[in-house]
């Protein structure tokens, strides 16, 4: 797919926030910003079937994609609050696109120093709206 001059966006979210000794999750997704990917939606509201098609769909669809965690032993330092923070700019920094906006699942937003210019926003309910 070549998109050329389009707009590039990356859609952050993260999974084990509830968990109580598991690591925090998060990964970040780069598509064009009027791709559509055909069932994507907030993945607590998948089956666990639909996810895992879902799963190799994006991986084909996606210009790019990232995952990173941070264990039960950081958040215990830190909190979980920040370790999430920290796992978010993790996957963002490991996705290798120079995007023109992110898009974070929720209302905070890590601190991206190498991307002062980039458009940064936390969206509540971003994973039911956005297709990245």
Do not use: W
């Not at 290798?96 to 210019?117: L, S, T």
Request: contains cysteine; negative net charge.
């Amino acid at each position: 797919m070549n998109q050329e001059g389009a707009n590039i966006f990356i859609g952050v979210d993260e999974a084990g926030r509830g968990c109580l000794a598991g690591p925090v999750v998060s990964a970040s997704v780069a598509i064009y910003e009027d791709q559509v990917i055909k069932g994507v939606n907030d993945s607590k509201l998948l089956s666990p079937k639909k996810r895992d098609d879902l799963y190799d769909v994006i991986q084909n669809e996606c210009l790019s994609f990232s995952v990173a965690s941070i264990d039960n032993h950081v958040i215990d330092q830190k909190n979980i609050l920040v370790a999430t923070l920290q796992s978010m700019k993790d996957s963002i920094d490991g996705i290798g696109v120079n995007a023109d906006e992110i898009i974070i699942d929720g209302p905070h937003k890590p601190v991206m120093h190498d991307q002062r210019d980039l458009i940064t926003r936390g969206v509540i309910g971003g994973d039911k709206l956005f297709h990245c």
